[in-house]
């Protein structure tokens, strides 16, 4: 009985998370739709590094496709020790926000619905 | 009514993938275009294939399209990453403005040990 | 083209094919001066969608829906093609 509910509230979990990500293609795509639509050059991109806590390797990659899908976030590669993420960013005013950001909100998110 | 919000759909997916190619064509470097291929693309096709399934109201047309909006947005950003992957790993050159890039020294020192 | 829709929906498919041959030339120019590979992979993929996209607006302009077939394979041969170029680009750098 506990194992039935606990599959269900994994699959409740699961369909959340589909329109978490919905939401964020959509608000990113009206970010880039804005970016390229305006005429401006001050863009400041740049690579930058963002340390993983998560272990399972599902987590992992929804955790790599969230980034791609979050407005202004591109993830590019993964250090073989998977500690690690390498994200390029089409603004990046401070380095040490971003990373909280990207931590903060979107992996605490993942750990929620996969750990 | 329902063809007003099948036009309304219609229309604006159209003009997101408008949005992409003007991006393409207009942003620096292969990493920006990439943001723009993502994201604007990929709701471009989201949003088109909601209008056929508003006008069409069959099962097999409403299993397929939402068969296309899995395969759209859970493979999009990882055929992003590995193109990305690969085209910074090659030393594709980078677009002007770039603050930081830390992604440069782990392609030199594990070149070798991966795959 | 004989359409059979309501005025709304066939000023919509025009307003539709339009824009999207409008980005499939916007594609051609990138693919023809983009100075490296990678940026011609990134027009196919762009294609791709728009491709989709024209599929689309065809089955709304004519009612047939049995093409839907056509963009889920589309959809999924997109993918496998990105990912052999990627392995495609790491080997060449290799050698």
Redesign the interface.
């Known amino acids: 009985m506990r194992k039935v509910f606990r599959f269900l509230v994994r699959v409740f979990r699961s369909v959340l998370f589909i329109f978490y990500y919905l939401k964020e293609l959509i608000l990113s795509s009206l970010y880039v739709a804005y970016d390229i639509i305006t005429p401006k050059d001050l863009m400041k991109p740049g690579i930058v590094e963002v340390p993983v806590d998560l272990k399972n390797d599902t987590a992992i990659i929804a955790f790599a496709n969230l980034i791609s899908m979050t407005p202004g976030s591109l993830t590019m590669d993964m250090s073989t020790d998977k500690k690690k993420i390498y994200v390029h960013a089409m603004y990046l005013h401070d380095k040490e926000e971003f990373i909280r950001k990207m931590k903060g909100e979107l992996e605490r998110k993942i750990a929620e619905i996969f750990e | 009514m329902i ?2 919000i ?3 759909l ?2 604006a ?3 997101f ?2 949005v ?3 991006g ?2 207009k942003l620096s470097d ?1 990493y920006m ?2 943001h723009a ?1 993502t994201k604007a ?2 709701l ?2 989201i949003l ?2 909601a ?2 399934s508003i ?2 109201v ?1 099962w ?2 409403w299993i ?2 939402m ?2 909006v899995l ?2 947005i859970f ?2 950003p ?3 990453h ?2 990305a ?3 910074h ?2 030393g ?2 980078k677009g002007p403005g770039y603050i930081m890039d830390e992604l440069e020294e782990k392609d030199a020192n594990k070149f070798e040990k991966e ?1 | 083209m004989e359409l059979q ?2 005025p ?2 066939t ?3 025009y ?2 094919f339009f ?2 041959t ?3 030339f ?2 051609l ?2 693919l023809l001066t983009g ?2 590979l ?2 011609r ?3 196919m ?2 294609v791709a ?2 491709s ?2 024209l599929i ?2 065809y ?2 302009a004519t ?1 047939q ?1 049995v093409f ?2 056509v ?2 394979a589309i ?2 041969l ?2 496998m093609g ?2 052999a ?3 495609y ?2 080997r ?2 290799k050698k």
């Open positions: 063809e007003w099948a036009a309304f219609l229309i997916g159209s003009l993938m408008l992409a190619a003007i393409v064509v292969v275009r990439m291929i693309a990929s471009g096709a088109m294939l209008a056929v006008i069409y069959q097999i047309v397929e399209a068969m296309v395969f759209v493979t999009a990882i055929a992003s590995m193109i992957k690969a085209a790993k090659g594709n050159p795959e | 829709t309501s709304v929906l000023f919509a498919i307003i539709s824009s999207l409008i980005s499939l916007m594609g120019y990138r100075p490296t990678p940026d992979i990134v027009v993929d762009l969608s728009l989709i996209g689309i607006t089955i709304m009612g829906t839907l077939n963009a889920v959809a999924l997109v993918f990105n990912i170029f990627a392995k680009l790491i060449r750098i």
